[in-house]
């Protein structure tokens, strides 16, 4: 079956970085376009940024452009978040997603924690 796992996520300084992975299984994975989403406790879901399946196409939200990249690696089935210049405010879950078979498919999130 689909599975999403992600992976990366942890405790950081305002400033530092962290690179997030997302690790594919069950589905072609070089067939699909990956996202990232992240959520912050009492905030509705937001999406992060966007890779197309040959990974050519990207697109970042405006609240992190410049400080993320969105990358993915199709012989390893991983998509990645390079998260640099981290904000207090990025502290949230960061889920990765997809579409396979007219379902929104999710992983079960990883933790970002930006504190000093």
């Known amino acids: 079956q689909v599975q999403l796992v992600e992976s990366g996520g942890g405790l950081v300084q305002p400033g530092g970085s962290l690179r997030l992975s997302c690790a594919a299984s069950g589905f072609t994975f070089s067939m699909f376009p990956m996202r990232w989403y992240r959520q912050a406790p009492g905030k509705e879901r937001e999406l992060v940024a966007n890779?197309?399946?040959?990974?050519?196409?990207?697109s970042i939200s405006d609240s992190v452009k410049g400080r993320f990249t969105i990358s993915r690696d199709n012989s390893k089935k991983t998509v990645y978040l390079q998260m640099n210049s981290l904000k207090y405010e990025d502290t949230a879950t960061y889920y990765c997603q997809t579409r396979v078979a007219l379902r929104d498919r999710w992983g079960q999130g990883t933790q970002v924690t930006v504190s000093s």
């Open positions: 890779i197309s399946s040959h990974g050519r196409d990207t």
